[in-house]
């Protein structure tokens, strides 16, 4: 499941990571709601594909350590 997924990924409080969905059934689809609320976090934002390298950019100049 992507829970999992993410979980094995994001181990503690300390780690941060981004996941980034690229099917368009997350937010278009009843279930993708579901699929959402599981996740450990809320924080989702949708992009136009021409804007997720721009923003997995800034995401890693503001989580450098």
Request: some cysteine.
């Amino acid at each position: 499941s992507v829970k999992q997924a993410a979980g094995r990924l994001i181990r503690s409080s300390s780690d941060t990571g981004l996941l980034v969905l690229g099917d368009s059934r997350v937010v278009t689809k009843r279930y993708g709601k579901t699929v959402l609320s599981s996740m450990p976090t809320h924080n989702c934002i949708t992009l136009e594909c021409g804007n997720i390298q721009r923003y997995i950019d800034m995401w890693r100049k503001s989580h450098r350590c």
